[in-house]
C-alpha cells in the first residue's frame, strides 16, 4: 500500500511561475524524500528531509514538512519546460519505503 | 560512478510464461530494492535486501515472485507464471546508507 499522497495529481503552469506540490502521509516517518521521475526513466533523489527538520533549500527547489500536519510540500521556484515531470514523495518509517501516487507537472514554455 | 543497471529494458511476454530481470548495484551500496510501478501509479516496494539478506519482502507476491541476491551484489528477480497484471515497469534501486536511493532505468514488461 501506498503511504504518501500527493496533491495535485496534475499541475501545468507557465514557465517563471512557481509550482507547489504537496504531500501527505499517515504514519510517523524517519524521513520523507522527494522524487523525481522523467517520462520512461528511472527517478532521481531531489531532496531528503529529517523528521526533526521543518525546511529545507537546495537551488530552486524548497521543501517544507510538517510533522504535526503528516505533511510537506515541494517547491519549485522560477519552473522551466525542463521541470516537466512526474514528482514522488517517499516516507521512510523504520526503514520501510512508501511512495505516493506522484504529481504530474507541466510547464509550457 | 556508474549508475545502476538493470536488463534487460523491455520484455514481452505471454501470460504464463516466466521472466527474470537484473540488477547491478552501484558499487559499494549495501541496500538493493526492486519497486514495481504500474502505469499512471507510484512504485510499489516488493522486496529490499541488505547486503544479501532479505528486510522487507511483505509486499512481494511469493506466489509467482522470487528473487535473490547472492554475495550481496547483484539481484534478480523473476515472476514465474506471470499474469496480466504484472505489466509494468520493474524498478531497482540501491543505497549506501537507508536514504538516498538511486535507480536504474527500470525493466517494462509487457504480458500479453
Known amino acids: 500500500s501506498q503511504q504518501g499522497e500527493e496533491d495535485p495529481q496534475a499541475l501545468s503552469i507557465q514557465e517563471g511561475e512557481n509550482a507547489t506540490m504537496n504531500c501527505s502521509y499517515k504514519?510517523?516517518?524517519?524521513?520523507l524524500q522527494w522524487y523525481r521521475q522523467n517520462s520512461g526513466r528511472g527517478l532521481v533523489h531531489l531532496i531528503l528531509?529529517?523528521?526533526?527538520?521543518r525546511e529545507k533549500h537546495s537551488g530552486r527547489l524548497r521543501v517544507t514538512l510538517d510533522t504535526s500536519k503528516k505533511s510537506s510540500s515541494l517547491l519549485i521556484t522560477a519552473s522551466r519546460a525542463a521541470d516537466t515531470a512526474s514528482y514522488f514523495c517517499?516516507?521512510?518509517?523504520?526503514?520501510?519505503?512508501?511512495f505516493g501516487a506522484g504529481t504530474r507537472l507541466t510547464v509550457k514554455p | 560512478e556508474a549508475g545502476v543497471a538493470q536488463s534487460p529494458r523491455y520484455k514481452i511476454i505471454e501470460k504464463r510464461q516466466s521472466v527474470a530481470f537484473w540488477c547491478n548495484p552501484i558499487?559499494?551500496?549495501?541496500?538493493l530494492y526492486w519497486y514495481q510501478q504500474i502505469l499512471g501509479q507510484g512504485p510499489k516496494l516488493l522486496i529490499q535486501?541488505?547486503?544479501?539478506?532479505?528486510?522487507?519482502d511483505s509486499q512481494l507476491p511469493k506466489d509467482r515472485f522470487s528473487a535473490e541476491r547472492l554475495k550481496g551484489v547483484d539481484s534478480t528477480l523473476k515472476i514465474q507464471p506471470a499474469k496480466l497484471e504484472d505489466s509494468a515497469v520493474y524498478l531497482c534501486?540501491?543505497?549506501?546508507?537507508?536514504?538516498?536511493?538511486?535507480f536504474g532505468p527500470g525493466t517494462r514488461l509487457t504480458v500479453l
Open positions: 504514519t510517523s516517518i524517519n524521513n
Open positions: 517517499a516516507t521512510d518509517s523504520n526503514n520501510d519505503m512508501r
Open positions: 535486501f541488505q547486503n544479501n539478506g532479505v528486510v522487507d
Open positions: 528531509i529529517r523528521s526533526n527538520e
Open positions: 558499487s559499494g551500496h549495501a541496500t
Open positions: 534501486a540501491s543505497s549506501l546508507l537507508l536514504n538516498e536511493q538511486f
